[in-house]
């Protein structure tokens, strides 16, 4: 699966939200959520704040493994932008604690790594 991670995505990404707000990566502005999917921005990345997301889209997974975090012992995924391959924050796929089950086939996708694009129009 780390071989995927490397490999050239660029065509494979979609721009399918016309005038909606979207999150996008800093590095190539590939839309990579809707602003309406966001759950918290009160999480913690790796490099500082992160905003935890029902779902993304032009992105793609790395290997899946076991990751203490703040809350504790996650198995989640790195999550790669398909349009530059950068990585944009972390999937996960369980918990360990009962209390931190709701994170469970969500996104974490840092605040340094994405830019907001309101979608607005001016009219003339």
């Not at 016309?18 to 809707?34: E, G, I």
Request: charged content about 25%; some cysteine.
């Amino acid at each position: 699966m780390a071989s995927s991670i490397s490999s050239d995505t660029r065509t494979q990404v979609v721009q399918i939200y016309d005038n909606l707000p979207t999150y996008a990566c800093a590095k190539c502005s590939a839309v990579v959520a809707l602003q309406d999917e966001l759950i918290s921005k009160a999480f913690s990345g790796r490099d500082g704040r992160g905003y935890l997301m029902h779902s993304a889209c032009n992105v793609k997974l790395g290997v899946k493994e076991e990751r203490p975090l703040l809350t504790g012992l996650h198995s989640v995924a790195d999550v790669f932008c398909m349009g530059c391959n950068d990585r944009l924050g972390w999937y996960y796929h369980s918990a360990s604690e009962h209390s931190q089950k709701y994170k469970e086939g969500k996104y974490l996708l840092e605040k340094e790594k994405i830019i907001k694009d309101n979608a607005w129009t001016l009219d003339e």
